[in-house]
């Protein structure tokens, strides 16, 4: 069994009715990181993707399940809870990842996956990336969230004061998906707009001024 079988295996583990509770509780911790999605969003199936791959990989679901998986499956659980997150571009046969600079070349992907690359030229991508040595795999997983070709410029300058932050992976990547995010859900606004290095942290919104009660008046 290979690790996109143990991916899609767990992932039909989890949509079992006592599990939803566990389930509930990483998609709230994931939107909370990257944004809230529903299933009337044009970004649901997308969305959903990521986060599987989140909860598969940082949320370790696969531990969860564990006692269902045979043992070729197990074996894959440790190399997904160290996948490699990055921001990746396509170029020349690599997937070069402009946050931490790695270069890495795929031996496996599924065909949905390759079909997003091929049609994604020259666009950025948060994606995990699971390598293995016996045997010998480098595997893009199932849902990589791909940023607008426009958001490119603008994305440079976010990294940027990431690192003079101190950001770590998760935080940066993070918080370019909450920008994507927010692209998607508002109309003819240009990608600066929502890429933007002070969109770095999630808002908090202010607390509500207490209210006032009237003094009744003569009745």
Not at 33 to 40: M, S, V
Not at 80 to 103: I, K, N, T
Not at 186 to 211: G, I, N, Q, S, W
């Amino acid at each position: 069994m290979g690790v996109l079988e143990t991916v899609a295996r767990i992932v039909q583990l989890g949509g079992a009715p006592e599990r939803a509770g566990r389930v509930a509780q990483l998609r709230a911790r994931f939107e909370a990181a990257t944004g809230a999605f529903a299933p009337d969003d044009g970004w649901f199936e997308a969305r959903s993707r990521a986060f599987w791959c989140d909860a598969v990989t940082r949320g370790a679901f696969g531990r969860e399940v564990e006692s269902e998986l045979g043992a070729d499956e197990r074996a894959w659980l440790v190399p997904l809870e160290r996948a490699h997150r990055g921001l990746f571009r396509a170029q020349d046969g690599l997937l070069v990842d402009v946050w931490s600079g790695a270069e890495l070349m795929l031996n496996t992907i599924e065909e949905e996956s390759q079909a997003e690359l091929d049609a994604a030229a020259g666009q950025l991508f948060d994606a995990r990336i699971v390598a293995s040595d016996a045997p010998l795999v480098v595997a893009l997983l199932p849902g990589a969230v791909f940023h607008p070709p426009d958001a490119t410029a603008a994305i440079g300058p976010v990294l940027a004061e990431a690192r003079a932050r101190g950001l770590r992976t998760h935080e940066a990547l993070d918080a370019l998906l909450r920008m994507e995010r927010t692209l998607r859900s508002l109309a003819r606004v240009k990608a600066a707009y929502a890429y933007r290095p002070d969109a770095l942290l999630p808002h908090t919104r202010a607390p509500a001024p207490p209210m006032r009660r009237m003094a009744k008046g003569p009745t």
